[in-house]
């Protein structure tokens, strides 16, 4: 792979990142010869990279973007009109892992990889805490095990994130082109509690999610409430979801965008080359 950084240019022979006499590189090399294809081999091809666990985040967030940065028109288009920007336009490709598996990906830009800007968006999923009865003692079940609930945190440090996303922050943050970014929950809970409760209330009414039972019960709901239990609703149809919530937008409705998503964006969009002209 050619590519520039640095106002350099530099190749890298990709299969030499990765030190097959290790098992875990071993397979990391493995896990993405079977990953990649035509349609994936966009990772290769962009001046910096976006990693995302799935197909909601792959349809909004690239009309994310083009909602918070913007551009003028050319000249002699109508004066002071902006338009979004893309992330192919600013050389950014944006890659669904299809899952969680992030560390084969994050090699390739680790010590020894590609000296490209690399960022992560993925779920914290905090994990369920147990249920317990009124002296403060853990509920079991019939099979003995302790009985665990979901968590739904309001704020960042309510509950601990998952041990998955805690690794790959403590072992890529530190990396000056690798940045991970998690969020309360997931995408679509931590959307909804960025007061944007009306914008999914008339969502969900409308496209007749869920059962009329539930429709009626988050009818009278509002905050955390409500993103609680319009979360359950969707959580089974989680593309269709995304994509009913593009066609609002593309309609001109406004959302919210949460600052774990911004994060990213700013960090692609730094850049440390000020005098790169020809990337």
């Not at 030499?16 to 081999?41: G, M, P």
């Not at 950014?92 to 000296?115: C, K, M, T």
Request: charged share 30%; hydrophobic share 35%.
């Amino acid at each position: 792979m050619f590519y520039k950084a640095s106002a350099k240019s530099l190749s890298k022979r990709i299969g030499t990142i990765f030190n097959t006499q290790k098992k875990e590189q071993r397979e990391h090399k493995r896990y993405l010869e079977r990953w990649l294809d035509a349609t994936k081999s966009d990772i290769f091809f962009g001046r910096k990279v976006m990693l995302v666990e799935g197909i909601a985040e792959r349809l909004l967030i690239p009309k994310f973007f083009s909602i918070l940065y913007k551009e003028k028109l050319a000249e002699g288009e109508e004066v002071g009109a902006k338009i979004g920007k893309t992330l192919e336009g600013e050389g950014i490709s944006i890659i669904s892992v299809d899952g969680v598996a992030f560390r084969p990906f994050l090699h390739l830009f680790g010590p020894n990889g590609l000296n490209m800007k690399c960022a992560v968006l993925t779920d914290s999923d905090p994990e369920s805490i147990p249920v317990q009865d009124q002296n403060g003692n853990e509920v079991k079940g019939r099979d003995g095990k302790v009985i665990k609930e979901e968590v739904y945190p309001i704020q960042y440090g309510e509950y601990g994130i998952c041990a998955r996303t805690a690794g790959l922050i403590a072992d890529f943050n530190s990396l000056p082109n690798i940045h991970i970014s998690s969020n309360l929950k997931t995408f679509e809970y931590d959307l909804m509690l960025e007061n944007n409760i009306p914008f999914f209330r008339e969502l969900i009414q409308e496209y007749d999610l869920g059962t009329r039972e539930e429709r009626e019960r988050i009818a009278v709901l509002d905050g955390h409430e409500f993103a609680k239990e319009a979360y359950k609703i969707i959580s089974k149809e989680k593309g269709q979801f995304s994509q009913f919530i593009l066609d609002e937008l593309n309609k001109g409705k406004a959302l919210h965008i949460p600052n774990y998503i911004k994060e990213v964006f700013t960090f692609l969009m730094n850049e440390e080359e000020k005098n790169d002209d020809s990337r």
